[in-house]
């Protein structure tokens, strides 16, 4: 069964420093998605990606993060200076177009200390 | 995720059980209603869907019920088995794109 593959699963890193998150989508899938879910809570969505170009990133917080899909395929969602309130599942998803198909990663899980 | 409220927020049933979740949203546009299930350290995976144009629909021991006037829609899950205990999450959406997921409700079967 076609999986979107996430790494690293786990990532600790300190306050103030950068860090990365990298996904593969399910091959043929045309939308990506990066989510983040807070413990406790549902997630929500950053950014939504259509083949290489950014179609929705009003909530993602624009001064540290930082998302992009050069070709079209993976992915990297970049955070910048990490913050304590950054801690949280990040969630990559990915589907056809117009939303067939709409598949999970079993996401990166960041603590930061 | 203020459009979207969920309950109860955990619940607990013995093995056979019919345990049901219940979502209001406030977005009369929505036009896809899934429910999604997730397992601890996964992400979570698609239930059930229903569209705003029929009122029930049914998979295996899982249903969804819809009330379009009363903006709700809930999950039943029939003969529950500890299997299913997980955490659920209803996310309408607009054209089956952008999930609203709500807040989440935490399951526990016991056998």
């Known amino acids: 069964e076609a999986e979107v593959a996430q790494s690293p699963r786990y990532k600790i890193t300190e306050k103030s420093q950068a860090v990365a998150f990298w996904c593969d989508p399910i091959s043929g899938h045309a939308t990506l998605y990066w989510y983040r879910q807070i413990l406790g809570q549902g997630p929500e969505l950053l950014v939504q990606?259509?083949?290489?170009?950014?179609?929705?990133d009003s909530q993602l917080p624009k001064d540290r993060f930082s998302a992009e899909r050069l070709k079209g395929v993976d992915s990297t969602l970049k955070i910048q200076p990490a913050e304590l309130g950054d801690s949280a599942m990040y969630l990559c998803?990915?589907?056809?177009?117009?939303?067939?198909?709409?598949?999970f990663g079993s996401g990166t899980r960041l603590t930061v200390v | 995720q203020q459009q979207v409220k969920q309950s109860p927020q955990s619940l607990i049933v013995q093995k056979g059980g019919i345990p049901i979740i219940n979502c209001a949203y406030e977005n009369t546009a929505f036009d896809y209603f899934p429910w999604y299930q997730q397992f601890p350290g996964k992400g979570p995976a698609l239930l059930i869907a229903?569209?705003?144009?029929?009122s029930e629909k049914k998979e295996g021991r899982f249903t969804i019920s819809f009330n379009k006037s009363a903006k709700q829609f809930s999950l039943h899950i029939m003969d529950s088995q500890p299997g299913d205990s997980a955490t659920y999450f209803c996310a309408p959406s607009l054209d089956t794109d952008k999930l609203i997921f709500g807040t989440g409700t935490r399951l526990q079967v016991f056998p």
């Open positions: 998803a990915s589907s056809l177009r117009g939303g067939y198909g709409y598949t």
């Open positions: 990606f259509q083949d290489e170009s950014v179609v929705d």
């Open positions: 229903i569209r705003p144009d029929v």
